[in-house]
């Protein structure tokens, strides 16, 4: 069986400071990247920074900077907010860096030897936000401002001299790949929405411009640098040692396992990519997901309307596992969601302080009183104990099967009826009324330990840090973790000492 698996973020464009909707998706990735390293994959994480293109070069000129200089401070900010986000990254790459312009490079020789691209002339209509071509029925006027009406982005006319990339040729090799991958984009509903723009004609992509220099250029023609699309998108090969494909880094990692993504950039993903790909003789990544968008209000957040939520601020305020949790369990996977102020408070006041944290408190601190700091024997278990310990064996294929479809809310909600389980039995069981009886008090507290262990190991992908303290009382350490042991009703050995942990959440104050 294949162990390895290759997920990626979106790469950010530094055209501003990163904000909560680049947070999601790398959070999000996160998420993923934790739970298949517990499951035993070997892991390949990457993330990074999309550098070329007029957007950027016009970002840097407001700024009154030079392209590469602008670029260097911003993705400065991107890499720190990874640090920030406690991302598991393995790697964070900048389009910018050697290592991806002579694999970029590489894919258009191919590209252009194989004929799959021709110069001509580009007349139509680009949004410099979007980075994207767009035909005149995808445009509407606004406000008397020509607009991208699947953006609301600005577009300007352009006419000049461009390669194309024969995507027309395409047009059912990709059908024929959405339909034997079904699941090649998800969710469906968007899956749909791709599979009716192929099936409405592809036109040849243009995949060069003449009139700005910020890109890579054109091998063969050094008046032309490289659409920042093929570009950025090339950047899931240069990572894992393109054009080196005997390398052990492509051969483990390609074709990558999920591109985790926006449902904004669906279309270069879903479309342009594997095109580009199948053009290239190279096989088409597995899945690609696009999520929705985390809301300010009614809209998409974004630089030009000003509604930016900062992280940073809310993981000063609140910590960060407060809003990982947040959002990965209160947003519909998928879906678009908001952030809202109350719910957050109420994740971490009745989920993370009340119901986890407060089982964790109340267990070490009874077990400490009543047997000292150690893991006590179990005598036989009985149905109640047996019922919610096995919970977990019953669970274990659904649970690896929610992470592989994608489905957070499913997992979420299992971890949450668990926690909430858990402190029920520990309510029905009664141990402080039975001290006399030595040999249920010792096995409701090994249950409760376990469950507390069991809950703790589910909950590392959501919020490590958290996750890593609760499992620091049974000196269990981050490489130590494997999800396959909440199927163990036994795994902690009777007699080894246990640690006493700090309080985990602290309850939010909410004044009126
Ligand atoms: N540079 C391109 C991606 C190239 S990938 C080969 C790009 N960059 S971006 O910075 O504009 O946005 C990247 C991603 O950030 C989006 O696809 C999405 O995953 C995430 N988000 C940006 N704003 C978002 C929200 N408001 N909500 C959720 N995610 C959003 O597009």
């Excluded at 904004?264 to 580009?276: E, K, M, S, T």
């Excluded at 949790?325 to 908001?338: A, I, R, T």
């Amino acid at each position: 069986m294949n162990k390895n698996y290759y997920i990626t973020t979106p790469i950010y464009y530094p055209s501003a400071k990163p904000h909560m909707g680049h947070a999601y998706s790398s959070i999000v990735v996160d998420f993923f990247a934790r739970f298949k390293r517990i499951e035993g994959y070997k892991v390949f994480f990457l993330t990074g920074t999309d550098e070329h293109g007029l957007k950027i070069q016009r970002a840097a000129e407001k700024n009154k900077k030079k392209p590469l200089e602008f670029c260097d401070e911003i993705s400065k900010t991107f890499k720190e907010l990874s640090k920030t986000l406690n991302l598991s990254n393995n790697d964070f790459i900048r389009t910018t860096e050697k290592r991806h312009h002579k694999s970029v490079q590489n894919l258009w020789n191919i590209l252009e030897k194989k004929g799959e691209i021709y110069l001509s002339k580009y007349s139509g209509w680009y949004s410099v936000s979007d980075e994207a071509f767009y035909s005149d029925d995808e445009t509407e006027t606004r406000d008397d401002v020509k607009v991208a009406k699947s953006s609301g982005s600005s577009v300007e006319w352009l006419e000049e001299e461009s390669y194309f990339f024969k995507l027309s040729n395409w047009q059912n090799k990709l059908l024929e790949l959405y339909e034997k991958s079904p699941s090649f984009i998800l969710p469906k509903s968007r899956k749909n929405e791709v599979v009716s723009f192929v099936k409405s004609g592809l036109k040849d992509l243009s995949v060069s411009r003449k009139s700005f220099s910020w890109g890579i250029k054109v091998p063969s023609n050094k008046e032309h640098v490289i659409y920042v699309w093929l570009d950025a998108l090339t950047n899931y090969l240069s990572a894992i040692n393109y054009p080196d494909t005997n390398s052990d880094m492509y051969k483990n990692f390609w074709p990558a396992d999920l591109h985790m993504i926006g449902k904004d950039i669906l279309r270069f993903h879903a479309v342009y990519w594997p095109a580009f790909l199948l053009a290239a003789d190279l096989p088409p990544p597995k899945r690609v997901y696009g999520h929705g968008w985390i809301l300010s209000g009614e809209e998409k957040m974004s630089k030009s309307k000003g509604n930016i939520l900062d992280p940073v601020e809310i993981i000063n305020e609140h910590g960060l596992d407060a809003l990982r949790y947040y959002l990965l369990k209160e947003v519909s996977f998928g879906n678009d969601g908001n952030i809202s102020k109350e719910k957050l408070i109420s994740c971490i006041n009745s989920d993370l302080a009340n119901n986890f944290g407060n089982l964790c408190q109340r267990v070490l601190a009874f077990t400490e009183k009543n047997i000292g700091l150690q893991i006590p024997q179990i005598d036989s278990l009985n149905k109640e104990d047996l019922i919610i310990l096995n919970s977990y064996s019953d669970n274990y294929q659904n649970l690896i099967d929610f992470i592989n479809n994608q489905n957070i809310n499913s997992y979420m909600n299992f971890i949450v009826d668990q926690m909430f389980k858990a402190n029920k039995y520990f309510n029905d069981q009664e141990p402080w009324k039975k001290k006399e009886d030595t040999k249920r008090l010792s096995t409701i507290i090994y249950t409760s330990l376990e469950l507390i262990r069991k809950i703790s190991t589910l909950l590392y992908p959501v919020i490590p840090q958290s996750s890593l303290k609760a499992l620091n009382i049974f000196k269990i350490k981050e490489n130590e973790i494997y999800i396959e042991t909440i199927k163990n009703n036994s795994f902690l050995k009777s007699g080894s000492a246990i640690n006493k942990i700090d309080i985990l959440f602290k309850k939010v104050i909410v004044n009126d």
